[in-house]
């Protein structure tokens, strides 16, 4: 979990053994965090310590799905990577004690999969999520693959789920992060105005999340962008840093 807020960021993301783990039909849990699907919602209850500065990160977050998409693709040509949203439109409500806070707003859930480790398969991509005002939503995956080949995943999903074809032919790269240099670049039709970034959420060494201000078939948007560089994250310096913000219990 990551958390922006106005006093500074609370992120919490610890690697937990099987002995931690247990799920069913309709609930996982991993440590004391619970995720449950109601039928009509994913409840998810937080109660997890921040790293690498420990503070508590408590509370609840309920996701309405708007409707629910059986959309789902191959990101690279053998096939061994798959993505799809499961709710690609909808609406969330967060309440939490620790840090208090509570809001409602626009929500995104998806799913990733694959057979074997993602270096295997990518030298990198780019993902973006633009809502529009209308309650559709356009999601791209810019995948680029090991050897070079690339590969562009475009779709445009209403708020029943229901998905249209989304090409953009032309890419347009954005300025790297201003830290760890991550490359950043998203896909553009050809006689769009540039795309600016408006913040910059994330500047890790192998990971960035921005937040882009663009034009989407003449609609103005604001997206969330996020760029992988698969080679820094298997390096071994990326490897002996990781704990210090993903620590591991068995």
């Known amino acids: 979990m990551c958390l922006y807020t106005p006093g500074g960021r609370h992120w919490a993301m610890t690697e937990r053994g099987k002995r931690h783990v247990d799920r069913d039909a309709r609930s996982f849990s991993i440590g004391r965090s619970r995720l449950e699907w109601t039928g009509a919602a994913l ?27 059986r959309f789902a693709t191959a990101l690279d040509d053998a096939g061994r990577h798959r993505w799809g949203p499961i709710a690609p ?6 309440a939490l004690t620790q840090p208090d806070l509570r809001w409602s707003g626009d929500a995104y859930i998806d799913s990733n999969e694959g057979d074997e480790p993602v270096d295997r398969a ?27 080949v690339e590969h ?3 779709a445009r999903f209403a708020p029943d ?10 890419r347009q790269a954005l300025p790297p992060t ?11 039709a050809a006689d769009a105005p540039p795309v600016r970034v408006r913040r910059t959420l994330e500047d ?12 989407d078939d003449g609609v103005a948007v604001d997206a969330v962008h996020e760029s992988l560089d698969v080679g820094r ?13 993903m620590p591991r219990v068995r």
């Not at 439109?89 to 967060?94: H, L, P, S, T």
């Open 161 to 170: 789920g229901s998905v249209e074809p989304y090409a953009l032919p032309q």
């Open 89 to 94: 439109c909808a609406r969330i409500e967060v």
């Open 43 to 69: 409840v998810i209850d937080i109660d997890e310590r921040g790293a690498p500065w420990p503070r508590p990160l408590r509370g609840r977050i309920v996701v309405h799905p708007r409707g629910l998409s």
């Open 204 to 215: 890790t060494p192998f990971y960035a999340r921005s937040l882009l201000h663009m034009v």
């Open 178 to 188: 201003a830290l760890w240099r991550i490359g950043r670049r998203v896909p553009v």
């Open 122 to 148: 990518f030298a990198r991509w780019d993902w973006l999520r633009a809502p529009r005002p209308d309650g559709r939503c356009a999601v791209l995956y810019d995948v680029r693959q090991r050897g070079g």
């Open 152 to 154: 562009l995943v475009g």
């Open 233 to 245: 994250l298997v390096s071994t310096s990326t490897q002996w840093m990781l704990p210090w913000k």
